[in-house]
């Protein structure tokens, strides 16, 4: 049986932007209030993340200091009722020119 649940919950207190951070065995994600936040966060993750300097955010259980591998930025979606990838993703092995700018509107279509 597949599981239909989110990968992380929807948004209880209206925030609908997440940047997940992902490496070496985790994945975690932090929320912000809107788009330019969460993009700002993002980028200036993946520049230090560029450099092999460790990124530090913060999770649900507190501050964390990790190497990262990948940046995302993730939109909640009401019309499918699950987060959605807002952006090309940055990734450190394959870092394109699109990462971090917003996918294209008819993407998701």
């Known amino acids: 049986m597949t599981d239909t649940r989110p990968l992380y ?5 209206g925030v609908r932007w997440r ?8 994945s975690m994600a932090e929320t912000h209030p809107d788009e330019d936040t969460a993009y700002a966060a993002a980028r200036a ?3 230090r993340a560029a ?3 460790q990124v530090s955010f913060v999770s ?5 200091l990790k ?4 940046v ?17 993703s940055w990734r450190d092995n394959a870092p394109g020119v699109d990462a971090l700018t917003p996918l294209p509107a008819d993407f998701w279509n």
Do not use: C, K, M, N
């Open 45 to 47: 993750a993946a520049e």
């Open 72 to 88: 995302s930025i993730l939109h909640w979606s009401d019309e499918v009722g699950d987060w959605r990838h807002h952006a090309w």
């Open 9 to 13: 919950p929807a948004p209880a207190d």
């Open 67 to 70: 190497t990262v591998l990948g």
């Open 19 to 26: 940047v997940l951070y992902e490496g070496s065995g985790f």
């Open 60 to 64: 649900r259980i507190g501050p964390a």
């Open 51 to 53: 450099t092999g300097e």
